[in-house]
């Protein structure tokens, strides 16, 4: 309901000048032309047909595996940047998140929220949790492990970035040898026989701790080949080729 409040939705028929003066709607405005260059539906009108709309800050952060799962299924979705200042995000957008928290997803009337629970929703609905109990295990296990490295991962870059930063890389060969150790012994391309939710989760992870220490993964030799395995897939590729993906930061301080 609180979507209705007045709150803009950006459609490219309002792609005016004054958008352009704003770096927030800014941001939206080149999401949407991403958005048509992912997903391949015609520009004009395509917000019409946008199954999801997306709320958060324009940043990988805890959104980018969910970018990931939709570009790769083609899904198409709009995204309002609920931070253009701090200001905005604290008086508009904040009190209106159920737990006080992006990201939001909007699926029909359902406003869905908790980043992992909206991937396995994602990952009920295309079929991309696995088959049967045993798989989905691993893939919950591996989802909680991501999960207990990317809080740890947030903790250094907002708060302990200067001080941090070196202990936390010395960290990385702990923190990713028991996945190399997994993917290795179940032999699968991905963490299940077929792409899931949680690879799309795992992918973002191992991209922003080689951005954070180039080659650290460079001795994990299923996790590297697994990790090029997923950015490969067409879809993917094209996504992280568009200027959104390009320009969007991992993180809303800069460190990165
Ligand atoms: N468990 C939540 C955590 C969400 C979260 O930490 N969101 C951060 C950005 S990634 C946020 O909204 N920060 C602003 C705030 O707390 O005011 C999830 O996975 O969605």
Known sequence: MWLSDGHPVIRPSVLQSDFYSSPGRLNNCIQLIDLHVVNHIPF???????????????????????RMLWADVGASYEEINVAPSVEVWQQQWKHKMPFGQAPMVKHGDQELVQSNAI????????????????????MDMLTDHVE???????????????NGKDEYIKSIPTKFAPVEKFLKSWGNEYIGKKISFADYNLCDLLDIHEVLSPGCLAQFPSLTAYHA???????????RKSEGFKTRPINFNGKQ
């Not at 709320?55 to 990988?60: D, E, K, L, M, Q």
């Not at 991937?119 to 949790?129: A, C, E, I, W």
């Not at 395995?229 to 996504?239: F, K, N, S, T």
Request: hydrophobic letters at 30%; a positive charge.
């Open 44 to 66: 004009k009108g395509a917000c019409e047909m946008t199954e999801y709309t997306f709320y958060y800050f324009p940043v990988r952060g805890r959104g980018e595996a969910i």
């Open 229 to 239: 395995r997923v950015l490969a897939r067409p879809h993917i590729q094209a996504y």
């Open 148 to 162: 207990d490295i990317r809080s740890e991962y947030s903790r250094m870059i907002y708060h302990n970035y200067d």
């Open 119 to 138: 991937l396995r929703y994602l990952g009920r609905k295309y079929d991309l949790y696995g088959d049967g109990p045993l798989e989905q295990y691993r």
